[in-house]
Antibody, heavy 129, light 108 residues
Framework: EVQLVQSGAEVKKPGESLKISCKGS????????IAWVRQRPGKGLEWMGI????????RYSPSFQGQVTISADKSTNTAYVQWTSLEASDTAIYYC??????????????????????WGQGTLVTVSS | IVLTQSPGTLSLSPGERATLSCRAS???????LAWYQQKPGQAPRLLIY???SRATGIPDRFSGSGSGTDFTLTISRLEPEDFAVYYC??????????FGGGTKVEIK
């Protein structure tokens, strides 16, 4: 069974740093893209970026470029997202998900063109003074 | 591409048919649209990809249709476990995956 298990809830103060994780199992973790998605309290879903654990190629949503760093360690089947200086507006649930690529008629799949399945259980990050 | 979902809330009874709309600000190439279900306190779950293909394990009462800028998720007969929030997501351009704002299906 393909499974993504995320690290536990975090409570941080503004200005602090943080790194949360997502561990995959049940499939070849290095060969599939992983995505991160933010959900602020009571709000919808926002795509943050994707990473290919095999070579750590990363692509960011323009809204999150420079705000977070996405990384992965294929030796431990784990992906990460980190902040160097948290703000109250970073309070949210963060989900990781496997990013399935859509393949065109020519058999080419483009990272960033695909859906998300399955999802991790989410990590709640609370930033408050 | 901006996705607008309507209605914001749909109040229906078990056994009724639910029709959810997702409208894109520009054409979604190759019908690259997915639907997800999210229940309170849970992660989203993939229902539909490619506008009309059901994900593994999804009951056939869920169906997706549409192309271009107009897409629909239909739940033929609502079961108690179907009351949730539903999101559409387009992936027609690698410049930015986007989600709709969601439709809440609540018990009438």
């Amino acid at each position: 069974e393909v499974q993504l298990v995320q690290s536990g809830a975090e409570v941080k103060k503004p200005g602090e740093s943080l790194k949360i994780s997502c561990k995959g199992s049940g499939y070849n973790f290095a060969s599939d893209w992983i995505a991160w998605v933010r959900q602020r309290p009571g709000k919808g879903l926002e795509w943050m970026g994707i990473i290919y654990p095999g070579d750590s190629e990363t692509r960011y949503s323009p809204s999150f470029q420079g705000q977070v760093t996405i990384s992965a360690d294929k030796s431990t089947n784990t992906a990460y997202v980190q902040w160097t200086s948290l703000e109250a507006s970073d309070t949210a649930i963060y989900y990781c998900a496997r990013h399935e690529l859509a393949y065109d008629y020519d058999g080419i799949g483009t990272p960033g063109r695909g859906w998300f399945d399955p999802w991790g259980q989410g990590t709640l990050v609370t930033v408050s003074s | 591409i901006v996705l607008t979902q309507s209605p914001g809330t749909l109040s229906l009874s078990p056994g009724e048919r639910a029709t959810l709309s997702c409208r894109a600000s520009q054409s979604v190439s190759s019908s690259y649209l997915a639907w997800y279900q999210q229940k309170p306190g849970q992660a989203p779950r993939l229902l539909i990809y490619g506008a009309s293909s059901r994900a593994t394990g999804i009951p056939d009462r869920f169906s997706g249709s549409g192309s271009g800028t107009d897409f629909t998720l239909t739940i033929s007969r609502l079961e108690p476990e179907d009351f949730a929030v539903y999101y559409c997501q387009q992936y027609g351009t690698s410049r930015g995956l986007t989600f709709g704002g969601g439709t809440k299906v609540e018990i009438k």
